[in-house]
T-cell receptor, first 111, second 114 residues
Framework: SQQGEEDPQALSIQEGENATMNCSYK?????LQWYRQNSGRGLVHLIL?????REKHSGRLRVTLDTSKKSSSLLITASRAADTASYFC???????????FGSGTRLLVRP | KAGVTQTPRYLIKTRGQQVTLSCSPI?????VSWYQQTPGQGLQFLFE???????NKGNFPGRFSGRQFSNSRSEMNVSTLELGDSALYLC?????????????FGQGTRLTVV
């Protein structure tokens, strides 16, 4: 079973707008990672946030983590058509590299 | 620096056959994990290897097995293939022990069972 649930399942926005995706999980975590996937290809790592961090930035990406609510959000600012992809959150819970993935958000950025 | 390499990229097999997929991790990475991705079940963890030892296993039948070699390359094997095994199989490698660094994924092997 999947640990994370993502919301929304699908999102359609205009180029230049911001996109926000949310992820909720069920158990205690070591870290939470966000990945992008284009058309059923490999996953591209976007950002990792550790359980003792609250916010992290990378370029146009901003990730927040609220461990008390067991939730995270990914904000993509000034979106581009090339950002069109599926976005997944994944939680790491122990000293191994077992990741539990959410169901994903399909983002469509319209030119 | 080369990324994670998975071979083959595409594979078509018949029910009942077996298949072996290969994964070469990023140089220096000692942890290799495998995932199955299907439209119905999403991304599911299969197993993880670290220094040739299976450290974690997901909830898959014994037909799914894997191994890791001394150079950290890994293979996974699926025996007695079923139609439901059709999926994208993804391999990921990670650098450090401790589970708190990024996992980098390969492009995957798309397996179709007919």
């Amino acid at each position: 079973s999947q640990q994370g649930e993502e919301d929304p399942q699908a999102l359609s926005i205009q180029e230049g707008e911001n996109a926000t995706m949310n992820c909720s999980y069920k158990t205690s975590i070591n870290n939470l990672q966000w990945y992008r996937q284009n058309s059923g290809r490999g996953l591209v790592h976007l950002i990792l946030i550790r359980s003792n961090e609250r916010e992290k930035h990378s370029g146009r990406l901003r990730v927040t983590l609220d461990t008390s609510k067991k939730s995270s959000s990914l904000l993509i600012t000034a979106s581009r058509a090339a950002d069109t992809a599926s976005y997944f959150c994944a939680t790491g819970m122990d000293s191994s590299y077992k990741l539990i993935f959410g169901s994903g958000t399909r983002l469509l950025v319209r030119p | 620096k080369a990324g994670v390499t998975q071979t083959p990229r595409y594979l078509i097999k018949t029910r009942g056959q077996q298949v072996t997929l290969s994964c070469s991790p990023i140089s220096g990475h000692r942890s290799v994990s495998w995932y199955q991705q299907t439209p119905g079940q999403g991304l599911q963890f299969l197993f993880e290897y670290f220094s040739e030892t299976q450290r974690n296993k997901g909830n898959f039948p014994g037909r799914f097995s894997g191994r890791q070699f001394s150079n950290s390359r890994s293979e996974m094997n699926v025996s007695t293939l079923e139609l439901g095994d059709s999926a994208l199989y993804l391999c990921a490698s990670s650098l450090e022990d401790g589970g708190n660094t990024e996992a980098f994924f390969g492009q995957g092997t798309r397996l179709t069972v007919v």
